[in-house]
């Protein structure tokens, strides 16, 4: 048994010492180290290591939550005690309550998804020798002024889950990342771009060069950008980006949107969302994935499933309190940190890739906007009204004619994911398995007629 086991046991056996009718306990153990560099010299090295305890606890339907960063058996009772006595002055919630035993996940072998990088944790010089690699990449691109960032980092995380329902299982979680952000031009005409990998295994890293290199090609393609034109246009949504789109489906089937109703996909259960030979297939036993578990946050099996099959959305993603509020099953798709309640999130997904590639697209669309970078938004969750600031390139005779700013994209999410085009391009390591996706017939807002950009 871990020490985070023992840990969460303690915990469980405060709480019913404390008056508790059930309980689940989570224990959280965390290291992090990051540097950046700046010209050439170090600017920054952080490293952060410590362990955060959380504590839920009932009494009848009443429920509450304390957490604490101090694992001393003082403080435990304490927290315990103090569980207790908020839950008893909260109010009741019918759909509270934990997992019943014969729900719970058997399958607690999470070695088989390799989420933990098996090699030691970094050396902070060997992190200052990537992000200064990957600086002078950015810096060596013709037309790159000065890199704004450069960084690299790793992470680990070891979580243990224990509950009074007879649950307890825990896993080993690691992250490597490199980044670098470059600008090009001076002055008010600068432009900024950036690119960056994140892996489980540092050993998957895209090269420290690669990532400054196409940081700061990106920074240097958007010199001298403008406003487009404003009408109604095709728009593509470079696979960098486009898994926002697919982000605002997944925010629209979520169980807490769908029990508030406040979710334009609320009455389209059985519908067709998505284009006739699209799915949306959420799997979270894919290795060396980061969205990848055997079991939620509530101790339940989680499984593979089409969310939308051949453009049909088949089901919404639950936990048990938005299932049961439902009259529904939970999916298993509960998430919570020590300190908060459980709430339903999505996981690893995969849009049904297209035939076409991205060049493909960009010469079929003739004059639109290639979309590489979104800013702000404004979404309507009743209605699926759509609009977000955009930056990337405009399209001309199926080919990229300049670099483009100072835009606004608009729509209605319901009429989008209809006219999605998906192309092949899509990155099969990412959480988020999204191509680009080409949409026809959006509003561009850009220059009015004489100002830049022309009409």
Do not use: K
Request: with cysteine.
């Amino acid at each position: 048994m871990t020490d985070r086991a023992r840990l969460t046991e303690r915990m469980l056996e405060t709480a019913r010492r404390a008056g508790a009718d059930a309980a689940d306990a989570m224990a959280v153990s965390g290291t992090s180290l990051s540097i950046d560099v700046r010209q050439g010299h170090l600017e920054q090295a952080e490293r952060s290591e410590g362990t955060e305890i959380g504590l839920r606890v009932f009494v009848g339907r009443q429920v509450s939550v304390v957490s604490s960063s101090d694992t001393t058996e003082a403080t435990i009772a304490e927290i315990a005690a103090r569980a207790v006595a908020m839950a008893r002055a909260a109010p009741a919630d019918e759909s509270a309550g934990l997992a019943d035993p014969a729900e719970l996940a058997h399958d607690l072998d999470t070695g088989r998804l390799f989420l933990a990088d098996p090699a030691p944790e970094p050396e902070p010089a060997r992190l200052a020798e990537a992000a200064l690699e990957a600086e002078a990449a950015a810096m060596a691109v013709a037309g790159v002024t000065q890199v704004q960032s450069a960084g690299a980092g790793y992470g680990a995380r070891q979580v243990h889950l224990a509950a009074t329902n007879g649950f307890s299982a825990g896993y080993r979680r690691t992250d490597s990342a490199i980044s670098c952000s470059a600008i090009a031009g001076a002055g008010t005409r600068m432009v900024r771009d950036h690119d960056h990998d994140s892996r489980i295994f540092a050993a998957d890293l895209e090269s420290p060069a690669s990532i400054g290199r196409t940081a700061g090609e990106r920074a240097a393609e958007r010199e001298g950008a403008r406003r487009p034109p404003t009408g109604r246009f095709p728009v593509l949504f470079d696979e960098r980006i486009a898994s926002g789109l697919i982000g605002h489906l997944l925010a629209a089937i979520n169980g807490t949107a769908i029990a508030r109703g406040a979710s334009f996909l609320r009455g389209h259960l059985g519908r067709q969302i998505l284009p006739p030979g699209l799915s949306l297939h959420e799997d979270p036993h894919r290795p060396r994935v980061a969205g990848s578990r055997l079991f939620d946050a509530e101790g339940l099996p989680t499984r593979p499933r089409d969310l939308v099959r051949d453009g049909v959305l088949t089901g919404w993603v639950l936990d048990l309190g938005t299932a049961r509020r439902l009259g529904l099953q939970s999916t298993g798709n509960a998430a919570r940190g020590p300190g908060s309640q459980p709430s339903p999130t999505s996981g690893n997904v995969t849009l049904t890739p297209g035939q076409a590639t991205r060049a493909d697209l960009i010469r079929d669309m003739g004059t639109g906007l290639l979309v590489t970078g979104m800013i702000g938004a404004t979404i309507n969750p009743n209605t699926g009204d759509y609009s977000r600031g955009a930056t990337g390139f405009w399209i001309e005779g199926g080919q990229i004619a300049w670099p483009v700013h100072e835009a606004t994209v608009a729509g209605n999410l319901l009429e989008m994911f209809a006219r999605m085009v998906p192309a092949n391009d899509a990155r099969p390591h990412l959480s988020r398995v999204v191509p680009s996706i080409l949409i026809d017939g959006l509003t561009i807002a850009g220059a009015s007629a004489g100002a830049d950009g022309g009409a």
